[in-house]
């Protein structure tokens, strides 16, 4: 083969030429990065993936807290937080209700003479937001008010009438479940106005049941 | 000069050379193409060696990766099997859950390294033992245990009077006064630990808020608390009782709310009920029977 080879010289060049390109093609030829996969181990368990419908996350509505008490209008809240709302009437304001799905929740809007007057937020999500408050402003609550659909599930009213919110939150944890703000006052005038609005009392309800 | 080109030896000498330059262009791309594999063995170890940009700096990553120490190898810490010693025959006793106790103090005891229940007051023997059969079948939900006594023993207090009133409070614990027939006892029982878990456990009432209410279910206390019902915090307490007593109780008072004196149909009518309750509070646990 060698003496083939020999005589047939342009074989043997032939031959040498492949020898030498193949590996610098190779070496030439464009590499895709990403197809450098990572060598899995073989006793490496790879999760499967299984696709399951998903519900829609507990939130908080965004861009609540553009909304002003006392200074925002209705025309901005509709602007700010979109027409997706019901209106309504309660004790001689305007309500706008705005609904927090998946749950049967509603933020509501209060407006009197076109000026948002209060903002009842409900907080569907697990947090810490009455301790967090205490913590970041170094203030204490002008007072613990009682609320008679919440008070017997460990929930109590926190007030801070100068900074003009207030906490329906459990005072071991600070969890919160509902957030109202309203335009800063003092703690007497929030007693004698919003409080009486919301049915919030510095009393608490007899919370005795009885079966007979 | 031509005929010495084909030489027998030198045409073997170019084989080989072809040979070895073909090895080594193989193992640089065969290396390069395994590097970043093994850098990220190596980064797990703390060494990184940089990524190649062009085929040029493969030979760079080559002599990163031949110059990095090996990556150590856990050695597993051996396992010492403990020595088993035959534990002493204990000495027979009484299950507190599995019969009535003779002795109120007995069950006092029981109730408390049981179920932390801390019991309180002067209740008749029978409505102590009642106490005990309840908590002892409520302890086959681990998640209705933990819910309830994650901060620690609940207080609760019995007085005399005439049929069943309840009260709780977050910081002092439950008051009992009276005593009816051992279901009403029991549903009041289980209301007011529910009160007490919404206590302890925010999230879980929260949870009620966002699923099940404002939807109510038809019991008294639900319905018609002190007549101006009905209220989260009472809906859910009440709730949370009814997956206990449904089967053979409906809680009402007076009468009120009409309608049947058990509740059978409570997990399917009210299912947002039963389910959040079944699932959160019991644990999957359910009580069919007492």
């Not at chain 1, 450098?36 to 965004?62: C, D, F, G, H, W």
């Not at chain 2, 040979?19 to 262009?25: A, E, H, N, R, Y």
């Not at chain 2, 990553?61 to 090996?70: D, F, M, V």
């Not at chain 2, 002190?226 to 008072?253: K, M, W």
């Amino acid at each position: 083969m060698l003496n083939k080879i020999k005589k047939n010289k342009i074989w043997l060049i032939v031959i040498l030429v492949v020898l030498i390109l193949i590996p610098i093609f190779i070496l030439i030829l464009p590499v895709n990065k990403n197809q450098k996969e990572y060598k899995i181990p073989s006793s490496a368990n790879i999760p499967t993936v299984i696709m399951t419908p998903t519900i829609p996350p507990l939130q908080r509505q965004q861009n609540l807290e553009k909304v002003v008490p006392g200074q925002s209008s209705e025309q901005e809240v509709a602007e700010i937080l979109g027409r997706q709302f019901r209106k309504g009437s309660s004790q001689g304001y305007t309500t706008l209700y705005y609904p927090l799905p998946p749950t049967h929740r509603e933020n509501v809007i209060y407006v009197s003479n076109e000026t948002v007057k209060y903002i009842a937020e409900e907080i569907p999500v697990d947090n810490a937001l009455y301790a967090d408050f205490v913590k970041q402003s170094g203030t204490q609550a002008d007072g613990k008010l009682y609320d008679k659909s919440y008070s017997n599930a460990g929930f109590f009213w926190y007030v801070f009438s100068k900074k003009g919110i207030a906490f329906l939150a459990n005072p071991y944890q600070g969890y919160t479940i509902q957030v109202l703000r309203f335009e800063p006052t003092e703690y007497a005038n929030f007693l004698n106005t919003t409080a009486k609005q919301f049915s919030i009392t510095a009393e608490s309800a007899p919370n005795t049941e009885k079966l007979h | 000069m031509k005929e010495k080109f084909f030489q027998k030896k030198f045409i073997i000498l170019y084989f080989i050379g072809a040979g070895l330059i073909w090895m080594g262009l193989v193992s640089v791309v065969y290396i390069e193409s395994n590097v970043t594999y093994h850098n990220k063995i190596l980064a797990q170890e703390g060494i990184i060696c940089p990524s190649p940009t062009s085929k040029k700096n493969a030979m760079q990553l080559l002599n990163c990766y031949l110059n990095t120490p090996a990556p150590t190898i856990p050695v597993p810490t051996p396992t010492i099997t403990p020595v088993v010693t035959k534990a002493p025959i204990p000495t027979p006793t009484v299950d507190p859950c599995s019969s009535q106790l003779a002795d109120y103090a007995v069950v006092k005891q029981a109730l408390l390294t049981k179920n932390k229940i801390d019991l309180q007051g002067d209740p008749d023997l029978a409505w102590a033992n009642q106490t005990l059969t309840t908590m002892c079948k409520l302890s086959s939900s681990p998640t209705f245990n933990t819910l309830l006594t994650a901060q620690g023993n609940i207080v609760i207090r019995f007085h005399t009077g005439s049929c069943v009133i309840g009260n709780a409070d977050m910081n002092t614990g439950i008051d009992l006064t009276g005593s009816c027939d051992p279901q009403l006892n029991r549903a009041v029982l289980v209301h007011e630990l529910a009160h007490m878990i919404a206590f302890r456990n925010p999230a879980i009432f929260n949870s009620y808020l966002s699923t099940v209410w404002p939807s109510q279910i038809p019991t008294y206390n639900c319905q018609t608390h002190f007549g101006s019902g009905p209220t989260a915090a009472e809906c859910f307490a009440d709730g949370v009782a009814e997956n206990v007593v449904y089967s053979y109780l409906r809680i009402t008072s007076g009468g009120l709310p009409a309608g049947n004196p058990t509740f059978p149909e409570y997990p399917t009518t009210y299912a947002s009920y039963y389910n959040l309750m079944n699932t959160s509070v019991f644990g999957s646990v359910s009580f069919t029977s007492f």
